[in-house]
C-alpha cells in the first residue's frame, strides 16, 4: 500500500531560483532563512524571495511527528488573504531541495527599528498600528492557526503607517495535537509564560505577544527585563509586570489597562480573543479622534 501512494503521488517539480530570479541584494536574515529583494523573470515583477535553511527547517519540522502532516510555511503562507499580512504568492522547492516562497514586496521599516527609535511615524499612529496589527491576528485566528512568534521584527510599517506581518516560520494549526505542552518555540522576550514553562497552549499565546509589543510601542521598553536565555525569562515572568502608566505618563487609561490585561500571566484572566481586546482600542481611538476634533478651531474641521 506504501508502495502505491509513492507511485501516485504527484512528482515534485523544482525550480531552479538561481536562474528564474535575478537578487538585487539580501533584505534580511535570521536563524531559519535569508530574503532578498529581486525580480522575477516569471511575472517581470520585483517581489521578496525568502529561502529556507534546509538543515534548521528539518530540525523545527522533526519536532512534530509525521502523523500529524503539519503544514510547510509556503502551504500555510498562500492561504493567507488579509490586507495586513503580507500576499505570498507562491511557494516551492529549489533544485538545491530548499523550500523557498515569492512574496509581494512592501516598502517600509520594521515596527522593531521604529520603536527603538520612537520614529515619528510610531508617535503619530501608536493606536492605528497597533489596530492593524490586531486586525492581522485575529484573522490569523479566525483562519485556525497560532502564530508563536509575534514581535516587533515581523512586523513591517510602511510610510503611510499601512502594517504587514511578515513571518510565519512557527505557525502551528490550532488544533489539540498542536497545542500539547513541550514545543518551545518563540522569540523569548515576548513568549506567554505557559509557553514557556511548556505548558497546554492556544491563541491567547499571541495575545501574550501582542500585548508586549504594544508595551514596547509605548515605552521602548519591555514589561519586565529583557533576558538572554529562557531561564532568566522565565525568572522574570514570574514577577509582576511593569506598570505601563508609570512608564508613560500620560497615556490614556483604556489603553493602559487593555495592555496590561494582555500580558495577564494566567491565559483565563487575560483577553480571550483579539476580537475581544481590540475592541476597547477601537473605542478608544474613536473618542480621541472626537476630542481631537471638538478642539480644532472650526476652520479646520
Known amino acids: ?41 516569471a511575472s517581470g515583477r520585483e517581489v521578496v524571495l525568502k529561502v529556507l535553511d534546509k538543515v534548521r527547517t528539518k530540525k523545527l519540522e522533526a519536532r512534530f511527528p509525521p502523523q500529524l502532516n503539519k503544514p510547510t510555511e509556503g502551504e500555510i503562507a498562500v492561504q ?33 527599528f521604529l520603536i527603538d527609535m520612537q520614529h515619528e511615524l510610531l508617535r503619530k499612529n501608536r493606536l492605528g498600528i497597533m489596530i492593524q496589527l490586531g486586525q492581522a491576528v485575529e484573522y490569523f485566528h479566525k483562519e485556525g492557526w497560532i502564530h508563536r512568534d509575534l514581535c516587533p521584527r515581523n512586523v513591517v510599517v510602511t510610510k503611510d503607517a499601512e502594517v504587514k506581518l511578515i513571518d510565519f516560520g512557527l505557525v502551528v494549526p490550532n488544533t489539540p495535537p498542536f497545542q500539547a505542552p513541550g514545543n518551545r518555540t518563540g522569540t523569548a522576550n515576548y513568549m506567554a509564560p505557559e ?30 527585563d529583557a533576558g538572554e536565555t529562557l531561564e532568566s525569562v522565565l525568572h522574570h515572568i514570574n514577577q509582576p509586570p511593569r506598570d505601563l502608566r508609570d512608564r508613560c505618563p500620560g497615556i490614556d487609561e483604556e489603553v493602559a489597562a487593555t495592555i496590561m490585561k494582555g500580558l495577564e500571566r494566567d491565559p483565563r484572566d487575560r483577553w480571550q480573543s483579539m476580537t475581544e481586546m481590540l475592541l476597547p482600542i477601537r473605542k478608544t481611538r474613536e473618542r480621541l479622534h472626537r476630542q481631537a476634533k471638538r478642539r480644532r478651531p472650526k476652520s479646520e474641521n
Request: glycine content about 4%; aromatic content about 12%.
Open 1 to 41: 500500500m506504501n508502495f502505491l501512494k509513492k507511485l501516485f503521488q504527484p512528482k515534485v517539480v523544482k525550480t531552479d531560483i538561481q536562474k528564474r530570479f535575478q537578487m538585487f541584494g539580501q533584505a534580511g536574515s535570521g536563524s531559519m532563512s535569508k530574503v532578498w529583494r529581486a525580480r522575477d523573470s
Open 80 to 112: 493567507l488573504k488579509h490586507p495586513n499580512i503580507v500576499s505570498t504568492l507562491e511557494h516551492g522547492i529549489s533544485t538545491n531541495d530548499e523550500q523557498f516562497l515569492v512574496m509581494e514586496y512592501v516598502e517600509g521599516e520594521s515596527l522593531s
Open 195 to 224: 509557553l514557556i514553562k511548556r505548558q497546554k497552549t492556544d491563541q491567547r499565546i499571541d495575545i501574550f505577544s501582542f500585548a508586549v509589543t504594544c508595551f514596547e510601542m509605548f515605552t521602548r521598553e519591555l514589561p519586565w
